[in-house]
């Protein structure tokens, strides 16, 4: 019933998705951009449930709190807190560890704020997990959900961003403005903290 309602509100709201979720694939760390605003969520949910999808997702803690927070649970959510210094990277990688079967999703920017740099955290978390990195785009300019075949890092990160940055190349955000165009080409900045 729930995809039913999802794939009904996607169809009224002009969206649709191109490419195929790889069932076959266990684990999986998949990264939504360009992230822009709070749409992206509300879209992200509507793709997980009409694609049948159980993927899970970290999110600033205050979300979790009461009243909210169950929802926020119970669609896959995990608190993190943006404050403190943990170990994220390894936190993760324990999680894919633990599980037969694992997809987390991730914003890239960590932000829907404009950044001058992709954070690499997923990229720290999908060499730490040893599992491929799935790319989905959110095309507010074409109404398109797009789903990347996944692929394993290969450590140059360097090179692994150009990959990133090309297959993201032209997407339109919600606000554009705060969208990642102006990063193409551009090197990845490891930030110390995503490194702990």
């Known amino acids: 019933m729930i995809r039913v309602i999802s794939d009904f509100i996607l169809k ?7 490419g195929r979720f790889p069932g076959d694939v266990p684990k999986l760390i998949v990264i939504i951009a360009p992230h822009t605003s709070n749409w992206d969520f509300i879209l992200g949910i509507l793709a997980k449930y009409s694609l049948q999808i159980k993927a ?8 979790f709190r009461f009243p909210f927070g169950w929802i926020f649970r119970k669609l896959g959510g995990y608190p993190v807190d943006r404050f403190n210094r943990n170990n994220k990277v390894n936190a993760v990688a324990e999680l894919f560890k633990k599980n037969d079967r694992f997809i987390l999703a991730l914003s890239p920017e960590g932000t829907r704020s404009r950044v001058e740099n992709l954070r690499t955290g997923f990229y720290h978390m999908a060499v730490k997990a040893s599992v491929p990195l799935l790319m989905v785009g959110l095309d507010f300019g074409k109404k398109e959900i797009v789903i990347d075949h996944p692929f394993a890092l290969s450590g140059d990160m360097e090179n692994d961003f150009k990959i990133i940055f090309n297959f993201y190349r032209g997407m339109k955000g919600k606000r554009p403005h705060l969208g990642i165009d102006h990063l193409i080409d551009s090197k990845p900045e490891t930030e110390k903290e995503e490194l702990k």
Request: proline fraction near 0%; avoid cysteine; aromatic fraction near 20%.
């Open 12 to 18: 009224l709201w002009g969206w649709k998705i191109i």
């Open 56 to 63: 899970s997702y970290l999110g600033k803690e205050e979300l």
